[in-house]
């Protein structure tokens, strides 16, 4: 318990900091938003209405910095992470939540999928190094090596131009009205099936390469040597005294990577125009779009967080010496 109160407090001093700095870089950067707005929307906002829109963003001169912090804190506790300047006057939270689910069911899903797939080829692979199952280092070698975005490339050059059996780009028929009904859920389905195989083809090699390495080095620990000599089943031995070792290092990889579920394959979102939260963060990059980008930004600062509170408590699970050290 100990150990767990220290590592609340400390994400909680890490998230306080974040959320500080979150509010400081906006007020830090040169420009004026609100005359970039002005100029967005050439004419069609009365200029009397500037000091007005200062106060609605939270960017009135004439509150101290103090003032305004304490706002920015009222405001982020009732959930209002203020308006979108690219899709004025929508609220951010309003556009994280609608772009949310798309990366969490593309992203989320294809990252466990990549996560237990490789995890449990790296385990065999480890366990049976020298056996025919080696082949398969160098084409993980080579294939984690290729980034996200290339890989998404070569895929839409295949399988949707030459043989074109996925769409190119988009998440679902423009047709549909999205709705919780067979034919926007299989057509969502569909366009998220090939950048969900780039996904797990590219990020399944790395899990297979660190499993496996991992279990090479745990295969001649002298545990496990006593647990073979004591005449344990092989599977035993194998899952049990190796793999749960072994796997210490995957874990703390797979919690980072669930933190960035959030912002999403940024590259491959981009790659296939899925609407999901790291597409819509490059076109708020691109739009100049402050307050969306600190609302993305915290939204995946926060998750970072919250997904490595979650692989400390796995670990203090599976690793008794963390819990004695605290």
Do not use: C
Not at 21 to 42: C, E, K, T, Y
Not at 66 to 83: A, E, F, M
Not at 136 to 163: D, M, N
Not at 295 to 301: E, H, N, S
């Amino acid at each position: 318990m100990k150990y767990l109160l220290q590592r609340i407090a400390f994400y909680s001093v890490t998230a306080w900091a974040a959320i500080t700095i979150n509010f400081l870089i906006p007020r830090l950067m040169p420009g004026d938003p609100v005359q970039a707005l002005m100029s967005r929307f050439q004419g069609q906002l009365d200029t009397n209405a500037i000091d007005s829109l200062k106060a609605l963003f939270g960017l009135d001169k004439h509150q101290s910095l103090w003032q305004q912090y304490t706002d920015y804190w009222s405001h982020l506790l009732d959930g209002d992470l203020g308006l979108s300047f690219t899709n004025f006057p929508t609220p951010v939270s309003e556009i994280i939540s609608q772009s949310l689910p798309w990366t969490l069911a593309l992203v989320g899903i294809t990252t466990l999928i990549s996560f237990l797939l490789g995890t449990g080829i790296g385990v065999f692979t480890g366990w049976r190094r020298g056996s025919w199952m080696d082949s398969l280092l160098p084409v993980t070698t080579f294939i984690s090596a290729i980034p996200y975005f290339w890989l998404g490339l070569i895929a839409i050059a295949l399988f949707a131009v030459k043989w074109p059996l996925f769409p190119e780009s988009g998440g679902f028929d423009d047709s549909l009205v999205p709705a919780f009904d067979w034919p926007f859920i299989s057509s969502a389905l569909y366009h998220g099936a090939l950048p969900g195989l780039t996904i797990v083809l590219s990020a399944m090699a790395g899990w297979i390469l660190g499993m496996r390495n991992m279990m090479v080095t745990v295969s001649s620990e002298d545990y496990v040597m006593v647990a073979q000599a004591k005449g344990l089943s092989e599977r035993r031995v194998m899952f049990s005294y190796a793999a749960r070792n072994a796997v210490l290092p995957n874990i703390s990889g797979f919690a980072l990577s669930l933190g960035f579920i959030v912002g999403g394959t940024l590259l491959v979102e981009m790659v296939f125009s899925y609407p999901g939260i790291g597409y819509k963060l490059f076109q708020a990059v691109g739009g100049k779009d402050y307050p969306l980008m600190q609302g993305i930004f915290l939204i995946i600062t926060l998750s970072v967080l919250a997904a490595n509170l979650l692989a400390d408590i796995v670990y203090m699970l599976l690793d008794p010496r963390t819990r004695r050290e605290a």
